[in-house]
């Protein structure tokens, strides 16, 4: 079974796809230019103007947007349409300061809806399939993703959202879901339910799921391929450049092949912005060349890996990526949810802490946890253990406010959190999220 | 006429009460009273000593987090019901009590004191002294 959705784009030859992003790029550098005021001023900065951009071959030349570009122009700023044109937005995270808000035509849904089907179809997906959704609904683009693949795929959808875990096993063991879509902790968190509950997967009629938002390994793979008796596929993506399906694992489960039709791949070197030769880690670097409401352009993801343009066993001439192999910022990505430090300490000085704190990251059974230490002041401090308690649980509500995800905070004593070199260390990651 | 007390931070680490007291033995304050809340996470450490201002300083300089309040030290009989009767007096003067804990008098032996937080020092005060209570002033205590 070829498990193809469109092998018309993901077998074609080299020639044909670069000849297709050739067409695409020229075309996308024009519209953003003539639409998106604050691009064109960052090519006029630079001197480039559209005409200089005749091939992928002059990619090199377009200026890079950052998530801080993105801030600067919230919301409208690199919207490249007229709002009436635009059906839909998605969001991160982030309630102040990072959110990214991106907009989307109805073929702009479309796209991603096929980039999304692909992936299914990579892990097996057929109309004879039900397709368990548990990715969060919402602003979140897991779950409105997956759910409108799955509808091009054509199989039955189950938009369960995440959480309430029994519930889902019911519906999953009740409706013969086949493949299940979530984040790879919350795959984790299912199968140790299911044992739990003192079922098998034998008692289950999974064959696949579709994991991402968030780091995983090799191991945690194959734990989740144990617990729940199915194939795991990774899945990529990221709200900026449309949502998960940017790029997919096929059933070589080695790299995830980026759906070039729509978007173009470079490597930089993060701290200098050059494009790196093939085979080489860098950051990876988006620019979609078919989104008609926000296209960006040169997105530096700030994600660290390597490509492969091997010719891949599964039959796809799409290049692949490997899982991200770290960060070139600061960002944590916590239970799926995009984590900057920066928020916390914001948080912290509007509710009059010192901005002394320390986050410490874990993964429990296969679940993020996040503690934050903050030193406390004199100001926070009281005799009754009532005052102290309110105000460390209102600390945690301000921050959950913040992140979209819920903390435990934990007061200490002043000056009592490590300093290095006069540093403070701010983050304390525990978890093995690489291989 | 209430008792100045103070209020020390203590993360809820092992250890970590050990080093304050050492650090309090080390400044040569005296503890006359005190008594500990925990949580999960921290402690308070209340603590009567005679001459708090120098304590509060000390402990300040010692990069404790320290808060000041007044309680009231109220006399108590060494017999059944004493404690139910000082209690039932606040809560009929509609007082709000926090905490309490007691202690034993150094200067007159078999007399025990106990020391109210409570929400209204003047009401309580009043309230206990109609019933014939007696309220301890700070320098009594030492």
Known sequence: MPNYYQPEIECASREEIRAIQDEKLVKQVKHVYENVKYYRDLMDEKGVKPEDIQSVDDLHKLPFLTKADLRDAYPYGLLACDLKDCVRIQSTSGTTGRRVVAFYTQKDVDLWEDCCARAIVAAGGTNEDVCQVAYGYGLFTGGPGLNGGSHKVGCLTLPMSSGNTERQIQFMRDLHATILCCTPSYAAYIGETIKEMGLTPDDIDLKAGIFGAEPWTEEMRRDIEKSLGIKAYDIYGLTETSGPGVSFECCEQGGMHINEDHFIAEIIDPDTGEVLPEGEKGELVFTSIDKEAFPLLRYRTRDICVLSHKKCSCGRTLVRMSKPMGRSDDMLIIRGVNVFPSQIETVLLKEGYSPNYQIEVDRVNNTDTLDINVELSPEQFSDTVKDVAAKEKALAAAITQMLGIRPAVHLVAPKSITRSEGKAVRVIDKRKLHD | ?142
């Not at chain 2, 080390?26 to 809340?37: H, P, Y």
């Not at chain 2, 209204?120 to 009594?140: H, V, W």
């Open chain 2, 1 to 142: 006429m209430s008792v100045h007390q103070i209020s020390v931070f203590i993360e809820n680490k092992t250890g970590k009460l050990a080093e304050t007291t050492k650090y309090l033995a080390e400044k040569n304050i005296n503890l006359r009273a005190l008594s500990i809340a925990d949580t999960q996470d921290f402690g308070i450490l209340r603590i009567i000593c005679e001459n708090p201002a120098n304590a509060v300083q000390a402990l300040k300089d010692g990069g404790y987090v320290v808060a000041e309040n007044e309680v009231l030290a109220v006399e108590i009989k060494d017999e059944p019901g004493s404690l139910a009767q000082i209690l039932t007096v606040l809560a009929d003067a509609g007082i709000v009590v926090e905490y309490t804990y007691a202690f034993l008098s150094v200067k007159k032996a078999g007399d025990a004191y106990m020391i109210f937080r409570v929400d209204d020092n003047a009401a309580a005060e009043k309230a206990l002294k109609a019933a014939g209570i007696r309220i301890a002033e700070q320098d009594s205590l030492f």
